[in-house]
């Protein structure tokens, strides 16, 4: 089976219901009308560069190209997994920890991939590695993101309790053992929530797609699941990665808590 192809008509639509949720939300003071506007015109614009810039890659066999690809997106990646704290370090050390922690946890998974059936062939070719390592790299931002948000949250919240195991001589890492537990947990809920619900409550976008494309149902299935064990590994590294290096910085080597690192 062919997909449908997209026409302006059913993108107009797309933008209606864009702005229904914008009025709704309006309606029910969220306020967060404007932020669903600009994100979905930011979705718009960044899909259809994505899209021309894929079908330019696409049609050629360089792997420089495809790391350059891979590259912004990390970069991207980074941006946002270090923009949405409430609570932050110094920028330096913000991004430089979420930016290393996407990495080793896209680069253990993606790696882990090439010794299944996904790996590319030819390796690194660019219709399968950008696809598969842009999904790895976006699952990996959301689970770091979270990490750093409920970690830095907690820490600041939970400093009494914290110095005074420290006073008692716990170490650093075992003084904020819960902390670092509450934050790890709360970085696989969603992709928990996502395996559990798969085939369920719900088909997953790789499998949909694939399915869309007139894959047998079976071997989508197959690719799912190798897919989605990948996405767990590569979150759990990456949020244990942002876990331990964000513990390290807010303390100092005689244990000392230093919320002085923090910022605004």
């Given amino acids: 089976m062919t997909p449908a192809l997209i026409t302006p008509v059913d993108l107009l639509i797309a933008a209606a219901v864009i702005l229904a949720c914008a009025v709704i939300s309006r309606v029910l003071a969220l306020n967060a009308g404007r932020a669903i506007v600009i994100a979905a015109l930011r ?13 330019f890659v696409f049609g050629q066999t360089s792997i420089l190209l495809t790391f350059a690809v891979l590259v912004v997106i990390l970069c991207a990646a980074t941006f ?11 920028r330096r050390w913000h991004f430089s920890i979420a930016g290393f922690s996407i990495l080793c946890g896209a680069a253990l998974a993606t790696s882990t991939g090439f010794f299944t059936s996904l790996c590319p062939h030819p390796l690194f070719a660019a219709r399968a590695t950008i696809p598969m390592a842009g999904l790895i790299i976006g699952n990996v931002m959301n689970a770091t993101s979270l990490t750093l948000n409920s970690l830095l949250s907690s820490v600041t919240r939970e400093r009494g309790a914290i110095e005074a195991r420290i006073s008692l001589g716990a170490t650093r890492l075992k003084a904020l053992e819960d902390p670092i537990l509450k934050a790890l947990r709360t970085a696989l809920i969603p992709t928990l929530n996502q395996m559990s619900a798969a085939g369920l409550v719900t088909l997953p976008g790789i ?34 990665i942002a876990a331990t290096l964000t513990t390290l910085h807010l303390t ?12 605004p």
């Fill in 252 to 263: 100092d080597h005689r244990g000392r808590l230093r919320l002085d690192r923090l910022r």
């Fill in 80 to 90: 946002e997994a270090g923009n949405r704290q409430t609570t932050r370090m110094a």
């Fill in 43 to 55: 979705m718009t614009v960044q899909l259809l560069l994505i899209g021309n810039v894929l079908l």
């Fill in 207 to 240: 499998m949909t797609g694939q399915l869309l494309a007139g894959m047998s149902p079976v071997s989508a299935s197959r690719y799912q699941i190798v897919l989605m064990s990948l996405v767990i590994f590569g979150n759990l590294a990456g949020a244990t």
